[in-house]
């Protein structure tokens, strides 16, 4: 089967266990467990193929001139963590199968579970580091989802909150190392950027690129000093917990470290930077987790431990090592989620997770207090056990080391300690929870789990037995395929023996267990005393406390920007973008200056000058009649938009003619309706004081000359650009390519929806995204809509359209104009404006015409029934989802441009044919023409969504509107009846 099907199936499994019912536990977790474990299957497959440095490489392009393609690339240290991932993630999900509550939404739960692992498998399995980097973001915000799942917890909205602010920044930071990274190798392809390591090193921004990978990698790790996040994301329900930092979201910094070993290291920022990290944070986590109270709380400082350990051996540019790092990496997970489903089964059973509450569990749960024992003692490097083993090979690289004096000297003495606080908070978990007299004061009466919740446990207990007792066995083989790729070259000579004979690394550990024992018994005897809380250390090197006071300077600095720039007038808001924008076009201009071409000007035309002067009479009188009479100005404007559109079809472009003729009226409307939030205007300068007058002079004078500089300078540039002889290359090739290439004679439409599809895709996307903020922001003050006791005339007059309670002349000017359009009429032109819209559409390939046009079309024609039929009858009749349209357009979208992919074309290839109907004749058949009628959607959707909005938004005191246009239509009755006296 193909690579990609290890990230595709948990995601398309996350989609159907959202789509199940809330009561399906058993179905729920039974479509994750057999996903996981057919991927599992599946990688395992892989081993034979990859085992001697081999690689598998699948490649879809997506936008290869751009050299973005999506690339599946599977080595050994890639398939490792495959297994790791896939492989413990079934696990998991048998043992939330037992633990989480029926009450809880579990579909969302595993349809969460099953999206982050596909995210984890797409950083595993990434041949092209833009891709990581999208995936490695996907983990950070379904690691949010995942820990603030009980989301009525406080702490686990902070949790999650503090969880994706740190790791979401970091992978801001390394996305930007990434580009530099591809910017020096010339290509982002993993193997071009893997055989580039000298290259890299020897560059300049190598120190540049290797800071930001560092700390995209630092933070996802939970590396010093950003390791405050992790204990607070231990809110999230234990299977989270003992997935996503035992083999997963924790593990990606590790990985990304250590696939980049090769690349990044070996020089002496890196052994200062990785290395000094990852000391600091194994003994500051080592350190902090002999004093937690709480049992997740205990590993999850034990695990920010574990990983500066994997870390600092990364940082030592051995490549022993590296290889020892991998190997604890495969230890760690075993060990860690072993614990942590421990954990969650005292829990589970007790109902508490305090130590100091707990005792004497042993009697209770025999089974469980063993499995946790093992586990326990693996962590803390006991013989016999897995963690034993890379405890040794890491012990033996901080003796042998080769550096100065004083690090040769420190690094043993701090691996010993940082070895005898594992023993310490090992034996804490294991005396204070499982031995000693029974609790008394539980809040459940403990008992063994359901077997099969603790089958997972055994399993991974059982590899830490297997592997400490017979390593070079059963893990040698996927050990050497596991480190050959971090390594980049010849694996070194090391063994996998238990024993070693009787040296160094050996008498550290005998230290280690003797003094960490020693240190275990001295802390519980202060703690019995009363004398031990806190480490007193961890209140000078408090993350969360440094976290917090950052977010706080931001925002107190983000306040006083706001209080210095912020304004609740829009004249000042639009000032200072219009001097931002002048002053950025104008600086290069003013350093380079302004080349003008010596292009031959065609004959000023009579009337094209005729033409712009009335656009700018109608500009001027926009500005001028704003002053006193709204509707008029904004009359007025419409009258420069339409001499737009008339230049445009002067040269030659139907297609922005008709674009821009129907954005006009869409915008006139949403103007209009947007009236109503105005401030009152002053009838006459004569009602406010001279020195008010004179400022008002003074603006106007501003306003005045800084629209026209914005004004010249944009027709300078156009000036610029035009008088410019452009190559024939540039100038002709959509010309010449869009009938061949793109298959349609509308040069624009085939840009919009071919060659430049993916740019439109991306508008689309803002577009629906803007249409639900507003419906958002909108909906909660949208009141509810009362039945008014009116006649049918008057309560088909919308009264959030043509009444303005600020301007007396438009509600009355607007009332009449609607008493002179029957609804009936207005309701016989929707079929005609929708028999319009389709042949605007269906035409828009070779013709001016196109979805977006037809798209607005359509949404003027639904807009005039809500203005003339009201939003009562249009609501009841016409059975709109405009969300629905958005979500239906973007998935058309969104189908046209993966469809290509399946034949093995890149991302929004178009194709085009040609049918020979039966009665018909041929027909042109392109199949950007389904993306078009996705954009077309979109755009229905988009358009109305925001116009309803906050015509809705309007309809506030549905009585005192509908008062206020009575009174307006009796008020025109009465001057037609003088009229016509």
């Avoid at 290395?275 to 937690?292: D, E, P, R, V």
Wanted: charged share 10%.
């Amino acid at each position: 089967m193909p690579l990609i099907t290890l990230i595709a199936l948990p995601f398309f499994g996350s989609f159907l266990a959202a789509l199940l019912p809330a009561n399906a536990r058993n179905a729920e977790s039974t479509l994750a467990g057999l996903i996981a474990l057919f991927c599992t299957v599946q990688a395992a497959l892989y081993f034979p193929q990859i085992v001697d440095g081999g690689v598998l490489r699948q490649e879809i392009e997506w936008l290869p001139a751009l050299g973005l393609n999506l690339v599946i690339r599977l080595d050994g240290f890639a398939w490792m963590f495959c297994m790791l991932v896939l492989g413990i993630g079934a696990l998991v999900v048998l043992y939330a199968r037992y633990y989480m509550s029926p009450s809880d939404p579990v579909p969302r739960f595993f349809s969460f579970f099953l999206a982050f692992m596909g995210a984890m498998t797409g950083i595993v399995l990434s041949g092209n580091i833009i891709q990581l980097a999208f995936f490695w973001e996907l983990t950070s915000l379904f690691s949010f989802l995942l820990i603030g799942y009980w989301h009525h917890r406080k702490d686990a909205r902070r949790g999650a909150r503090m969880a994706l602010t740190v790791t979401g920044t970091g992978g801001l930071c390394m996305l930007a190392g990434m580009l530099v990274m591809g910017h020096i190798v010339g290509s982002y392809d993993l193997d071009a950027v893997l055989a580039a390591g000298a290259q890299i090193r020897a560059h300049p921004l190598y120190l540049t690129c290797l800071v930001l990978v560092l700390l995209g990698a630092l933070t996802k790790s939970a590396q010093f000093p950003f390791h405050f996040w992790l204990p607070h994301a231990m809110a999230a329900p234990t299977p989270v917990s003992a997935y996503l930092h035992s083999a997963t979201m924790v593990k990606a910094g590790v990985f990304l470290l250590a696939r980049m070993w090769p690349v990044l290291g070996g020089t002496e920022p890196w052994f200062w930077l990785v290395g000094g990290a990852g000391l600091i944070t194994l003994l500051i986590g080592g350190y902090a987790a002999m004093f937690q109270n709480d049992l997740k709380g205990l590993l999850a400082y034990s695990t920010i431990s574990h990983l500066g350990l994997i870390t600092l051996l990364l940082g030592l540019n051995s490549p022993l090592a590296a290889v020892a790092a991998v190997f604890h990496i495969m230890n760690h997970a075993t060990f860690k989620a072993s614990l942590f489903m421990a954990a969650g089964i005292v829990d589970h059973e007790s109902g508490t997770r305090d130590i100091r509450r707990l005792s004497g569990l042993r009697r209770m749960m025999p089974v469980t207090a063993t499995l946790a024992m093992v586990a326990s003692a693996s962590m803390a490097g006991v013989p016999l056990l897995n963690g034993f083993l890379s405890k040794e090979m890491f012990f033996a690289e901080t003796v042998f080391i080769q550096a100065s004096p004083l690090i040769s000297t420190l690094l043993p003495v701090a691996a010993t300690v940082a070895g005898m606080f594992s023993v310490a908070y090992s034996l804490r978990f294991i005396v204070d929870v499982f031995f000693g007299p029974p609790a008394t004061d539980l809040p459940q009466q403990p008992h063994e789990p359901p077997h099969w919740m603790r089958v997972p446990v055994e399993l991974l207990v059982l590899a830490c037995l297997v592997v400490g007792i017979f390593p070079a066995w059963s893990m040698g083989q996927f050990l050497n395929a596991a480190a050959l790729p971090v390594v980049g070259g010849e694996l070194p000579a090391f063994s996998l023996a238990v024993w070693h004979g009787l040296n160094t690394p050996f008498l550290m550990s005998i230290v280690a267990m003797l003094g960490g024992t020693a240190m275990y018994l001295l802390l519980r005897r202060q703690r019995a005393l009363g004398r031990v809380d806190a480490p007193i250390l961890m209140h000078h090197l408090n993350g969360k406390r440094m976290f917090h006071h950052a977010l706080a300077l931001l925002t107190m600095l983000g306040r006083q920007g706001r209080r210095l720039f912020g304004t609740q007038r829009l004249q000042w808001q639009m000032l200072w973008l219009l001097l931002a924008a002048l002053v950025a076009g104008t600086l290069p201009l003013w350093s380079k200056g302004l080349y003008v071409g010596n292009r031959a000007s065609l004959a000023l035309s009579p009337a094209f000058a005729m033409l712009w002067a009335v656009g700018g009479v109608c500009a001027v009188g926009a500005a001028w009649q704003a002053k006193y009479h709204r509707m008029a100005a904004l009359t007025l404007m419409g009258g420069a938009g339409l001499c737009t559109s008339i230049t445009f079809l002067w040269f030659s472009a139907p297609d922005l003619a008709l674009t821009q003729l129907v954005v006009e009226i869409v915008t006139t409307v949403l103007i209009l309706l947007g009236l109503r939030w105005l401030p009152k205007r002053q009838e006459s300068l004569r009602l406010i004081g001279r020195a008010e007058r004179r400022g008002t002079r003074r603006r106007r004078i501003r306003d005045l000359a800084l629209s026209v500089g914005a004004g010249t300078g944009m027709a300078l540039l156009a000036w610029a650009m035009m008088s410019r002889p452009f190559p024939e290359s540039t100038s002709t090739f959509f010309l010449e390519r869009a009938l061949t290439d793109g298959g349609g004679s509308n040069v624009v439409n085939v840009m919009l929806v071919d060659f430049r599809g993916f740019d439109t895709f991306g508008e689309i996307v803002v577009l629906g995204i803007v249409a639900l903020t507003v419906y958002a922001l909108l909906r909660r003050f949208r009141p509810a809509i009362e039945t008014m006791d009116l006649p049918e005339q008057q309560r088909a007059l919308p009264a959030d359209l043509a009444t303005d309670l600020l301007n007396p002349r438009l509600a009355l000017d607007t009332a009449v104009g609607y008493l002179m359009v029957p609804a009936v009429l207005a309701r016989l032109l929707l079929p005609l404006a929708v028999m319009v819209a389709v042949f605007f559409f269906l035409r828009g390939h070779n013709e001016p015409g196109g979805g977006f046009v037809a798209g607005l079309v359509l949404s003027v024609a639904l807009l005039l029934q809500y203005i003339i039929s009201g939003t009562q009858w249009v609501e009841a009749h016409l059975y709109l989802r405009l969300r629905s349209w958005i979500a239906v357009g973007l998935l058309l979208v969104l189908a046209t441009g993966l469809g290509p992919l399946v034949f093995g074309y890149p991302f929004l290839t178009s194709h085009t044919a040609h049918w020979t109907l039966p009665l018909i004749g041929d027909i042109h058949v392109a199949s950007a023409t389904f993306f078009d009628l996705g954009v077309f959607s979109l755009v229905v959707g988009s358009t109305m969504m925001i116009l309803t909005s906050i015509a809705h938004q309007s309809v506030r005191g549905h009585r005192y509107h509908a008062r206020m246009a009575e009174e307006a239509q009796e008020a025109a009755l009465a001057a037609a009846a003088t009229e016509g006296r």
